[in-house]
Protein backbone atom coordinates (compact mmCIF):
# COMPACT_ATOMS: atom_id res chain seq x y z
CA UNK A 1 0.00 0.00 0.00
CA UNK A 2 1.28 3.17 -0.40
CA UNK A 3 1.79 5.55 1.97
CA UNK A 4 -0.24 8.41 0.61
CA UNK A 5 -2.77 8.07 -2.25
CA UNK A 6 -4.55 10.59 -3.71
CA UNK A 7 -7.54 10.49 -6.09
CA UNK A 8 -9.33 13.38 -7.36
CA UNK A 9 -8.71 16.33 -4.76
CA UNK A 10 -10.32 19.72 -4.76
CA UNK A 11 -9.92 22.30 -2.91
CA UNK A 12 -12.22 25.41 -3.38
CA UNK A 13 -12.41 29.09 -1.53
CA UNK A 14 -15.66 30.25 -2.75
CA UNK A 15 -15.38 30.74 -6.62
CA UNK A 16 -11.52 29.93 -6.44
CA UNK A 17 -10.59 26.30 -7.28
CA UNK A 18 -6.91 26.39 -5.63
CA UNK A 19 -6.64 22.94 -6.34
CA UNK A 20 -8.42 21.03 -9.33
CA UNK A 21 -8.54 17.43 -9.36
CA UNK A 22 -5.39 16.34 -8.56
CA UNK A 23 -4.08 12.69 -8.33
CA UNK A 24 -1.10 10.99 -7.18
CA UNK A 25 0.78 8.68 -4.62
CA UNK A 26 3.69 8.38 -2.56
CA UNK A 27 5.66 4.73 -2.46
CA UNK A 28 6.84 3.95 1.03
CA UNK A 29 10.12 5.19 2.21
CA UNK A 30 10.80 7.61 -0.69
CA UNK A 31 11.14 11.67 -0.61
CA UNK A 32 8.20 13.11 -2.73
CA UNK A 33 8.49 16.53 -4.17
CA UNK A 34 5.55 19.16 -4.83
CA UNK A 35 6.81 22.05 -7.29
CA UNK A 36 4.81 24.94 -8.80
CA UNK A 37 5.23 28.12 -8.82
CA UNK A 38 3.71 30.87 -6.27
CA UNK A 39 0.09 30.22 -5.79
CA UNK A 40 -0.06 26.82 -7.60
CA UNK A 41 -1.77 24.91 -5.32
CA UNK A 42 1.09 22.77 -3.40
CA UNK A 43 0.79 24.41 0.19
CA UNK A 44 -2.74 23.87 0.13
CA UNK A 45 -2.13 20.23 -1.16
CA UNK A 46 -0.14 19.48 1.86
CA UNK A 47 -1.93 21.19 4.42
CA UNK A 48 -4.48 19.06 3.28
CA UNK A 49 -2.70 15.86 3.40
CA UNK A 50 -1.82 16.99 6.90
CA UNK A 51 -5.48 17.61 8.15
CA UNK A 52 -5.24 21.03 8.66
CA UNK A 53 -8.29 21.74 5.87
CA UNK A 54 -10.74 19.71 4.80
CA UNK A 55 -10.92 18.84 0.76
CA UNK A 56 -14.08 20.12 -1.24
CA UNK A 57 -14.19 16.40 -2.38
CA UNK A 58 -11.04 13.82 -3.44
CA UNK A 59 -10.24 10.80 -1.68
CA UNK A 60 -7.27 11.32 0.52
CA UNK A 61 -5.66 8.29 2.28
CA UNK A 62 -1.85 8.99 4.32
CA UNK A 63 -0.74 5.99 6.40
CA UNK A 64 -3.33 3.56 5.53
CA UNK A 65 -6.35 6.30 6.88
CA UNK A 66 -8.75 8.68 5.61
CA UNK A 67 -7.67 12.20 5.96
CA UNK A 68 -11.23 13.40 6.45
CA UNK A 69 -12.62 10.43 8.66
CA UNK A 70 -9.99 9.55 10.51
CA UNK A 71 -7.69 12.66 11.06
CA UNK A 72 -6.25 11.86 14.46
CA UNK A 73 -5.24 8.26 13.40
CA UNK A 74 -3.24 10.21 10.20
CA UNK A 75 -1.94 12.94 12.57
CA UNK A 76 -0.22 10.39 15.10
CA UNK A 77 1.58 8.83 12.18
CA UNK A 78 2.64 12.31 10.56
CA UNK A 79 5.22 14.74 11.29
CA UNK A 80 4.78 18.48 10.19
CA UNK A 81 7.42 20.71 9.60
CA UNK A 82 5.50 24.39 8.08
CA UNK A 83 6.69 26.99 6.50
CA UNK A 84 6.78 29.48 9.38
CA UNK A 85 7.19 27.78 13.02
CA UNK A 86 6.46 29.96 15.76
CA UNK A 87 8.83 29.10 18.52
CA UNK A 88 8.58 30.57 22.16
CA UNK A 89 11.72 32.66 21.84
CA UNK A 90 12.73 32.59 26.13
CA UNK A 91 12.62 28.85 25.59
CA UNK A 92 16.09 26.23 25.35
CA UNK A 93 16.33 24.05 22.79
CA UNK A 94 15.87 21.15 24.65
CA UNK A 95 12.54 22.64 26.89
CA UNK A 96 11.18 23.46 23.12
CA UNK A 97 11.30 19.89 22.34
CA UNK A 98 10.15 18.80 25.51
CA UNK A 99 7.28 20.46 25.76
CA UNK A 100 6.26 19.96 22.21
CA UNK A 101 6.77 15.92 23.52
CA UNK A 102 4.12 16.12 26.11
CA UNK A 103 1.59 16.45 23.30
CA UNK A 104 2.49 13.25 21.69
CA UNK A 105 1.13 9.71 23.25
CA UNK A 106 4.86 8.11 22.79
CA UNK A 107 7.43 10.88 22.69
CA UNK A 108 11.25 10.23 21.36
CA UNK A 109 13.62 10.94 23.97
CA UNK A 110 14.72 14.49 23.99
CA UNK A 111 18.43 13.81 24.04
CA UNK A 112 17.91 11.08 21.00
CA UNK A 113 16.14 14.15 18.76
CA UNK A 114 18.88 16.43 20.06
CA UNK A 115 21.47 14.09 18.53
CA UNK A 116 19.51 13.33 15.62
CA UNK A 117 19.21 17.25 14.11
CA UNK A 118 22.64 18.03 15.48
CA UNK A 119 21.53 20.19 18.11
CA UNK A 120 23.17 18.93 21.33
CA UNK A 121 25.46 21.83 21.47
CA UNK A 122 22.83 24.44 21.65
CA UNK A 123 20.55 22.78 23.96
CA UNK A 124 20.66 25.05 26.35
CA UNK A 125 20.08 27.98 23.93
CA UNK A 126 17.08 30.14 23.95
CA UNK A 127 15.50 29.79 20.55
CA UNK A 128 15.54 33.74 19.86
CA UNK A 129 19.40 33.02 19.93
CA UNK A 130 19.49 30.21 17.50
CA UNK A 131 20.75 30.92 13.67
CA UNK A 132 18.28 30.92 11.24
CA UNK A 133 19.47 27.31 10.07
CA UNK A 134 19.64 26.07 13.60
CA UNK A 135 15.95 27.29 13.85
CA UNK A 136 14.66 25.16 10.84
CA UNK A 137 16.27 22.60 12.47
CA UNK A 138 14.70 22.72 15.35
CA UNK A 139 11.73 22.80 13.54
CA UNK A 140 12.34 19.77 12.06
CA UNK A 141 13.34 18.03 15.25
CA UNK A 142 9.40 19.05 16.62
CA UNK A 143 8.30 17.59 13.71
CA UNK A 144 10.13 14.53 14.43
CA UNK A 145 9.72 14.07 18.08
CA UNK A 146 6.68 11.47 17.68
CA UNK A 147 8.71 9.42 15.46
CA UNK A 148 6.73 9.54 12.42
CA UNK A 149 6.00 7.31 9.73
CA UNK A 150 5.46 10.68 7.42
CA UNK A 151 7.55 13.66 7.68
CA UNK A 152 5.84 16.98 5.52
CA UNK A 153 8.70 19.65 4.93
CA UNK A 154 7.28 22.87 3.51
CA UNK A 155 10.03 24.91 2.49
CA UNK A 156 12.40 23.54 4.60
CA UNK A 157 15.35 25.37 3.50
CA UNK A 158 14.04 28.80 2.22
CA UNK A 159 16.51 31.97 3.37
CA UNK A 160 19.21 29.60 4.56
CA UNK A 161 22.87 30.20 3.43
CA UNK A 162 24.63 27.52 1.07
CA UNK A 163 26.35 25.72 4.17
CA UNK A 164 23.33 25.41 6.20
CA UNK A 165 20.92 24.49 3.22
CA UNK A 166 23.14 21.40 2.50
CA UNK A 167 23.04 20.53 6.25
CA UNK A 168 19.46 19.73 6.01
CA UNK A 169 20.00 17.99 2.76
CA UNK A 170 21.88 15.62 4.90
CA UNK A 171 19.12 15.31 7.14
CA UNK A 172 16.51 15.00 4.90
CA UNK A 173 18.60 12.16 3.17
CA UNK A 174 18.97 10.58 7.10
CA UNK A 175 15.26 10.39 7.39
CA UNK A 176 15.14 8.25 4.43
CA UNK A 177 17.72 5.82 5.39
CA UNK A 178 15.78 5.39 8.31
CA UNK A 179 12.60 4.27 6.46
CA UNK A 180 10.73 7.20 6.36
CA UNK A 181 8.33 8.67 3.77
CA UNK A 182 9.51 13.10 3.26
CA UNK A 183 6.75 15.05 1.11
CA UNK A 184 8.71 18.28 0.36
CA UNK A 185 7.90 21.51 -1.18
CA UNK A 186 10.34 23.76 -2.58
CA UNK A 187 11.19 26.48 -4.52
CA UNK A 188 15.07 25.41 -5.25
CA UNK A 189 15.29 23.20 -8.45
CA UNK A 190 18.91 21.93 -7.37
CA UNK A 191 17.28 20.65 -4.21
CA UNK A 192 14.46 18.60 -5.81
CA UNK A 193 16.32 17.45 -8.25
CA UNK A 194 19.04 16.72 -5.62
CA UNK A 195 16.67 14.84 -3.02
CA UNK A 196 13.48 13.34 -4.50
CA UNK A 197 12.87 10.18 -5.94
CA UNK A 198 9.81 11.06 -7.68
CA UNK A 199 8.15 14.35 -7.78
CA UNK A 200 4.88 16.34 -9.56
CA UNK A 201 4.99 19.76 -10.42
CA UNK A 202 1.56 21.73 -10.05
CA UNK A 203 0.43 24.71 -11.76
CA UNK A 204 -3.08 26.86 -11.59
CA UNK A 205 -4.14 23.88 -8.73
CA UNK A 206 -3.27 20.71 -11.42
CA UNK A 207 -0.87 18.35 -12.05
CA UNK A 208 0.82 18.53 -15.02
CA UNK A 209 3.79 16.62 -14.72
CA UNK A 210 5.41 13.39 -12.68
CA UNK A 211 7.94 11.22 -12.57
CA UNK A 212 11.64 11.18 -10.95
CA UNK A 213 13.75 14.28 -12.44
CA UNK A 214 15.99 12.18 -14.74
CA UNK A 215 12.62 10.93 -16.56
CA UNK A 216 11.17 14.15 -16.48
CA UNK A 217 14.20 16.45 -18.10
CA UNK A 218 14.73 13.00 -20.98
CA UNK A 219 10.85 13.00 -21.28
CA UNK A 220 11.32 17.20 -22.10
CA UNK A 221 14.41 17.75 -23.58
CA UNK A 222 16.34 15.90 -25.94
CA UNK A 223 18.94 18.25 -27.12
CA UNK A 224 21.63 20.02 -25.04
CA UNK A 225 20.68 23.98 -23.86
CA UNK A 226 23.10 26.37 -25.33
CA UNK A 227 23.46 30.04 -23.42
CA UNK A 228 25.54 33.24 -24.08
CA UNK A 229 25.20 37.04 -23.55
CA UNK A 230 24.77 39.56 -26.40
CA UNK A 231 26.62 42.64 -25.84
CA UNK A 232 25.03 45.21 -27.55
CA UNK A 233 20.96 44.63 -28.45
CA UNK A 234 19.63 43.84 -31.64
CA UNK A 235 17.51 45.49 -34.65
CA UNK A 236 14.80 43.79 -35.68
CA UNK A 237 15.97 41.94 -38.61
CA UNK A 238 19.31 40.55 -36.37
CA UNK A 239 17.34 39.30 -33.86
CA UNK A 240 14.49 37.42 -36.92
CA UNK A 241 17.76 35.91 -38.18
CA UNK A 242 19.23 34.66 -34.58
CA UNK A 243 16.01 33.44 -33.73
CA UNK A 244 16.08 31.26 -37.33
CA UNK A 245 19.91 30.07 -36.46
CA UNK A 246 18.70 28.80 -33.37
CA UNK A 247 15.42 27.07 -34.38
CA UNK A 248 13.01 29.16 -32.35
CA UNK A 249 9.63 30.17 -33.18
CA UNK A 250 10.29 34.44 -33.15
CA UNK A 251 13.03 36.64 -33.20
CA UNK A 252 15.63 36.38 -30.25
CA UNK A 253 17.03 39.52 -29.20
CA UNK A 254 19.14 38.81 -25.94
CA UNK A 255 20.84 40.24 -23.57
CA UNK A 256 20.75 36.70 -22.39
CA UNK A 257 19.66 34.12 -24.68
CA UNK A 258 19.13 30.22 -23.91
CA UNK A 259 17.82 27.46 -26.48
CA UNK A 260 17.21 23.73 -26.95
CA UNK A 261 20.01 22.75 -29.80
CA UNK A 262 20.71 19.50 -30.69
CA UNK A 263 23.69 19.57 -33.44
CA UNK A 264 25.80 21.50 -30.75
CA UNK A 265 29.11 21.85 -32.88
CA UNK A 266 27.00 22.59 -36.24
CA UNK A 267 25.04 25.57 -34.58
CA UNK A 268 27.81 26.76 -32.87
CA UNK A 269 29.74 27.13 -36.07
CA UNK A 270 26.44 29.38 -37.72
CA UNK A 271 26.72 31.02 -34.56
CA UNK A 272 30.21 32.31 -34.70
CA UNK A 273 29.80 32.81 -38.57
CA UNK A 274 26.87 34.81 -38.33
CA UNK A 275 28.33 36.85 -35.12
CA UNK A 276 30.97 38.02 -37.32
CA UNK A 277 29.41 38.99 -40.07
CA UNK A 278 26.89 40.82 -37.98
CA UNK A 279 29.18 42.65 -35.60
CA UNK A 280 27.41 41.46 -33.02
CA UNK A 281 29.38 39.93 -30.05
CA UNK A 282 28.95 36.92 -28.03
CA UNK A 283 30.16 36.62 -24.57
CA UNK A 284 29.81 33.86 -21.43
CA UNK A 285 29.01 30.88 -23.90
CA UNK A 286 28.14 27.54 -22.15
CA UNK A 287 27.02 24.73 -23.21
CA UNK A 288 24.89 22.26 -20.81
CA UNK A 289 22.39 19.48 -20.52
CA UNK A 290 18.77 20.46 -19.61
CA UNK A 291 18.20 20.61 -15.31
CA UNK A 292 15.02 20.59 -13.52
CA UNK A 293 14.89 24.42 -13.91
CA UNK A 294 14.56 24.55 -17.40
CA UNK A 295 12.02 22.07 -17.07
CA UNK A 296 10.02 23.79 -14.55
CA UNK A 297 10.04 27.46 -16.76
CA UNK A 298 9.38 25.53 -19.91
CA UNK A 299 6.14 23.91 -18.14
CA UNK A 300 4.61 26.73 -15.78
CA UNK A 301 6.25 29.57 -17.88
CA UNK A 302 8.67 32.37 -17.06
CA UNK A 303 6.15 35.42 -15.32
CA UNK A 304 6.23 35.52 -11.74
CA UNK A 305 3.16 35.05 -9.67
CA UNK A 306 2.09 36.07 -6.27
Known amino acids: ?115 ELALEEKASTYAKDLSGGQKQRLSIAIALVNDPQIVFLDEPTTGLDPQARRNLWDTIRALKRQGKTVVLSTHYMDEAQELCDRLIVIDHGRVIAEGSPKELIRRHFEASIVQFRLDEPLDAQRAAELGALLGQDGPVSGPEVSAQVEDVPGVLARLFTWAAAAGVTVSELAVRTASLEDLFLKLTGRSLRE
Do not use: C, H, W
Open 1 to 115: MPAIEVSGLVKDYGTVRAVDGVSFAVEEGEIFGLLGPNGAGKTTTMEILEGLRRPTAGRIQVAGFDVVRQPNEVKRRIGVQLQATALFDLLTVRETIALYAQFVPNPRPVDEVLK
